[in-house]
């Protein structure tokens, strides 16, 4: 990944807008900028184009929503920003906290009127947020929010290249950005800009990268999307941008590695627990997945088990990432605890002491020693559920420093004159440290940073 300096560049062709990466965050950065009036490419490294968003659940946090009005729930962006921050210690940079949750109800409903992509409210509340917040598809997939993406870019008239990956940004001698050179089918191509979006994710999938910015997690494999080759960094970094936010990731605590999968951590507010080998609990499984990856890796063969009963699992069932898990066997059922215990490989009495004291204390609606409060309608009976988890990375929550719409920033301050960052590849709102990841952090930056970025560039272009 490079950086060419070349003033009197020539391109085999040039675009208005061209935006790296076709994930969440480039595919509505594209639509935002074309229905802004200009012309846009996209360059996607990928044949089949999917990305982290393609693998989450698609469940996008938005406050101040219809959806949200016709149940009832009154939310604001104060208090959806207040959220964020309690969860990243206030270490979350504040204008960009206050551009996305202002802007997240509008970019949700844009969605819908120009594209007939339509949200529903998901039932209950993510861990971390004050009240019902989530939005997602009808189906809560992550890889069909991405496909109405697609549909929509189609409808907008929005070119997108596939096997497209970019290797170098040109620019001028002042760092304003000219255009591109990628690879395609084997040839080396070029393409003139006036204005670039880089949307092509953090750098999570680079072993040396992660290594060099997060020393804590490089124990943690890697589950997310390989497109996460950190080049927005390495571009930001070589032309001098100041890197924000790098310590924070975004991490889970119940993935089935085999399938590189991460079950819905709302198992786990539904009255799941999580044991170690010898079937004794080690989290408050109600605090935020990301930084539950940490605690299982310290677990013996840094393994863990998610243990629940019928109940859990038939609401499990109403989740794309479960229904998968499940239709791989990789979960397993059995009428008592003992034999559960046997299946999975964890110590049986641990594993019956540990339920016991669980059904103890939801019998008592009452709180454990990790600050756990159980609930007399959540007790496990059998017949029991069990799977072997691993914590696992799936992302990075530091990035390019952006300002409140997406414009690149140096280390002094200033904005580059043509470039701009959504998504994974910009700092995000989870502040600097472990645990500062609020559940749909990804997603809103994502999609709302994208909307941000995409309609700020349609104007630099028309002015
Ligand atoms: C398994 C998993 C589950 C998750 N679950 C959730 C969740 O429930 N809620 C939530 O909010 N977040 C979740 N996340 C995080 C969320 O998915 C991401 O934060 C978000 O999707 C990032 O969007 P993006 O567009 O920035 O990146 P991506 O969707 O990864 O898109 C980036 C694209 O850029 C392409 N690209 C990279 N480099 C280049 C290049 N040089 N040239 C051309 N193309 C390039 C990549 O191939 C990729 O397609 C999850 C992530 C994972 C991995």
Redesign the pocket.
Known sequence: ?GIVVDPDARFNSTAPIIV???????AIAALAASSGGANVLV????AA?????????G??PAAGTAEQTERGVVDSPQRFADDIQAKANGAADAPLVEALTHASAQVLEWLTRQYRIRFELVEGVAPGHSLSRMHALADRG?ATLLSSLYSALGTQGVRLETN????DLVVDGAQKILGVR?KRNGSVETMGCATLIL???GFAGNRELVTQYLPDVRGLPF???D???G?ALSWGAALGAKLADIDGF?A?GAVVMSL?L?LPWSLMTEGAVQVNRDGERFINEHEGYSESALFVLAQPDALAYMIYDERVHEIGLTMPNYANAVSSRVIKRAATLRDLADQIGVYRDGLEGTIGLVNALAFEDAADEFGRQFRATQMLLGPYYGVPVTGAL??TEGGLAIDAAGRVLRENGSAFANLFA????ARGVSGDAAGGYL????????VVG?YLAGKAAAAQVRS
């Open positions: 990944m790296i990466g076709a994930g969440g965050a480039g360059l996607e490294r990928d184009p999917s990305g982290a968003t393609a693998c989450s659940s469940m996008v992550g497209a990956r970019v290797t990628y949307a092509c994710n589950a997310g999307h497109g996460s080759q080049d975004l889970h590189r991460p799936l992302g959504a998504g994974g590849a559940e749909g952090n990804g997603l809103l930056t994502a994208g």
